[in-house]
C-alpha cells in the first residue's frame, strides 16, 4: 500500500502528516523541501558532527537547518550542548540580575561601607563610606590585618560614634574572628557580601575609584600625595552629591565647610554688627533730653486717648524716664517719647507777616479735620519745627510741594484761613 493515509493519530507521525505536500523520495532518501530527513539510528551520528568545533546551541541550529531535518531536531541540538563537557565549563556569565538598593538608612554614620585602596606605592588606604550622607573617609593603615583595621575604627568611632551595621567584603580582616568580635562587643552588625561580587559593596566600591583617580592625578601633577588626598575630601565633601542632591558636609553637620572661596562673601556678624552699630548712632543722635522746670507737651491717658497738654519736667529718673507735672497738679511718669520738649519756642515759631502770607496748606484733608483733633496736629507741627534746622521757617518747608496751588482764588483763601488758625495757637502756646 503507498501514500498517505487520510488521518493521523500517532503524536509522532503528526510532524510528517503536516508535512506531507512537501515530502518526496529521491535516491531512496525522504527529503523535505531541500533538508534530508535523517532516520532516527543515524541522528547521534549528525548531531555529533554537527557540533564538531563546540559552536553554541544558536549555530548548530543554522548549521542544520541548511541540511538536515526530523521532528525534534531542536530539542535534540539544545541537550547536546548543555550536556557537552567542554562547552559546560566555559560557558558565558549568566546575565547581570537586576541592581538591588540597599534600604536608605534612618541616620548619619548608621551603616558603614568599609575596603581597601592598593596597594598604591606600596601603601594600603582604608576607605570608609557614611551610607546616609555619602561622607568618605580615607586613612593611610600601615597593612591589611585585623588589628590594623580595629584601630582605624576605633578612632573613627571616637570621632563619629558607633555605627549599627558595617558592609564589607569577605577579606581576611573583615572575615576574621577578631573582627567579629570587635564588632560584637560593640553593638554592631556586620553583613559579607558575595565573594567576587563588587557591586554589592558598590558604595565603598565606587569610593575606592575616586580616590584611586585622585592619587593618580596627584602623580601625574608631581604632588604631595596626602595634600592632595586632602584637597579631594574637602572638595568632595563640599560638593552637592548626585545620590542625595545634597554636600556630604550638610547632611554629617548640617553646614557646609568653611572654605577659601567663603571669604568673597561678608561675614554675616560682620554684617549684623555693623547694622548695630548705625543704630545705636542713630540713637544716640535722636536722643531727646529734658532738663528740670522745662516747659514740656505730655501725653495725658486720663480719658482713654493720647491728648497733648502741656506741664513741666518735675526730674529725670532715668536716661528716658521723667516726672512730670501737667498745668492741673498732676504728678505722671513720662517716657521721653510720650514728651515734646519747648525749649525754645520763640525762635521756632515767630512767624512774621509775610510769612502768613506766603504759608499755604494743599492737604484738604487735613484741614478738614474737627476741632478735637486739632491738638494732635498743633503737637505733630511743634515736632516738626523741633526736629527741623533753626534757621528754616514753617513757609519754606512748604515749599518741597511742587504742586502747590495759588493762594488767589477763594477756595485756597478757606484753606489758607484754617493753616492761620493753626498758627495762631501755635503763638498762644
Not at 102 to 107: A, F, I, K, N, Y
Not at 344 to 349: A, D, L, N, Q, T
Amino acid at each position: 500500500m503507498f501514500g498517505w493515509p487520510k488521518t493521523s493519530n500517532i503524536e509522532t507521525e503528526k510532524a510528517y502528516f503536516n508535512r506531507k505536500e512537501n515530502i518526496c523520495v529521491d535516491q531512496g532518501c525522504l527529503i523535505w523541501g531541500y533538508r534530508v530527513i535523517i532516520p532516527k539510528s543515524l541522528r547521534l551520528s549528525i548531531l555529533k558532527e554537527i557540533h564538531d568545533g563546540h559552536p553554541g546551541i544558536v549555530k548548530m541550529k543554522q548549521i542544520a537547518r541548511n541540511y538536515v531535518w526530523w521532528e525534534t531536531l531542536d530539542v535534540d541540538i539544545e541537550r547536546t550542548v548543555q550536556e557537552c563537557v567542554a562547552c559546560r565549563s566555559q560557558r558565558s556569565a549568566p546575565a547581570p540580575a537586576l541592581l538591588h538598593s540597599w534600604p536608605w538608612p534612618e541616620e548619619p554614620w548608621a551603616r558603614l561601607n568599609l575596603d581597601f585602596l592598593g596597594p598604591f606605592n606600596n601603601k594600603y588606604y582604608l576607605v570608609i563610606v557614611d551610607a546616609y550622607t555619602k561622607w568618605i573617609e580615607v586613612d593611610h593603615v600601615s597593612g591589611t590585618s585585623a588589628a590594623v583595621v580595629i584601630d582605624c575604627l576605633r578612632k573613627k568611632f571616637a570621632r563619629f560614634g558607633l555605627p549599627k551595621r558595617i558592609v564589607s567584603d569577605n577579606g581576611p580582616p573583615f572575615s576574621s574572628a577578631e573582627f567579629k568580635k570587635y564588632l560584637d562587643i560593640n553593638g554592631i552588625r556586620h553583613t559579607l557580601v558575595a565573594p567576587y561580587h563588587p557591586s554589592s559593596n558598590g558604595a565603598a566600591e565606587n569610593a575606592v575609584k575616586m580616590v584611586k583617580r585622585a592619587l593618580k592625578k596627584a602623580q601625574v601633577d608631581n604632588e604631595n600625595v596626602n595634600t592632595a588626598l586632602s584637597k579631594f575630601l574637602f572638595s568632595y565633601r563640599n560638593t552637592e552629591h548626585s545620590t542625595t542632591g545634597c554636600e556630604p558636609a550638610m547632611l554629617m553637620f548640617g553646614r557646609r565647610l568653611r572654605g577659601r572661596l567663603d571669604l568673597l562673601r561678608p561675614d554675616t556678624r560682620d554684617l549684623v554688627r555693623q547694622r548695630q552699630e548705625i543704630s545705636e548712632q542713630r540713637r544716640d543722635t535722636a536722643l531727646r533730653v529734658a532738663e528740670p522746670q522745662d516747659s514740656v507737651l505730655l501725653r495725658d491717658y486720663s480719658q482713654n486717648r493720647g491728648k497733648w497738654t502741656e506741664g513741666t519736667v518735675v526730674r529725670r529718673e532715668s536716661p528716658v524716664s521723667y516726672t512730670v507735672k501737667s498745668q492741673d497738679g498732676r504728678v505722671h511718669k513720662r517716657h521721653i517719647d510720650q514728651i515734646l520738649t519747648t525749649k525754645h519756642p520763640k525762635s521756632r515759631f515767630s512767624l512774621s507777616k509775610v510769612e502768613e502770607e506766603a504759608y499755604d496748606i494743599t492737604d484738604t484733608e487735613s484741614m478738614a479735620k474737627p476741632d478735637t483733633d486739632q491738638d494732635d496736629q498743633v503737637a505733630e507741627e511743634w515736632q516738626l519745627a523741633q526736629e527741623s534746622p533753626p534757621s528754616r521757617t514753617v513757609s519754606e518747608r512748604r515749599d518741597d510741594n511742587t504742586n502747590r496751588q495759588q493762594a488767589t482764588t477763594p477756595k485756597n483763601r478757606v484753606y489758607r484761613k484754617a493753616a492761620l488758625r493753626c498758627i495762631d495757637k501755635l503763638k498762644e502756646m
